[in-house]
């Protein structure tokens, strides 16, 4: 069973960036493709990008596209997530997840996660 932390979230300005990082134990990470799915208040939760297993593949919502990296090092058994030029619209709780089995480009965007991350709040002020 995998045990996922998130970290790196805060309070930052329009325009600014944050890196969140995933710290995995208990589980060999390279077998899990990961991802991040945030949620709004008042909002369902919602998927924001996701990695395939040797990080090769990743996804995007068309939301992050262009300003949001997910990367990975299973070396360390980290996954991040590179936030730059952030909007209001951004700002949610954001969540770390992991899945068993092997994705395609294609099918990472419907990820199906197994474990999660109990979330960390980003909050952008205009």
């Known amino acids: 069973q995998v045990q996922l932390a998130e970290s790196g979230g805060g309070l930052v300005q329009a325009g600014e960036s944050l890196r969140l990082s995933c710290a995995a134990t208990?589980?060999?990470?390279?077998?899990?493709?990961m991802g991040w799915f945030r949620q709004a208040p008042g909002k369902e939760r919602e998927f924001v990008a996701a990695i395939s297993r040797s990080g090769g593949l990743s996804y995007y919502a068309d939301s992050v596209k262009g300003r949001f990296s997910i990367s990975r090092d299973n070396s360390k058994n980290r996954g991040y997530l590179q936030m730059n030029s952030l909007k209001p619209e951004d700002t949610a709780v954001y969540y770390c997840a992991a899945a068993r089995g092997g994705y395609t480009s294609t099918s990472l965007r419907a990820l199906k996660p197994d474990y999660w991350g109990q979330g960390t709040q980003v909050t952008v002020s205009s």
């Open positions: 208990g589980g060999f990470f390279s077998t899990y493709a």
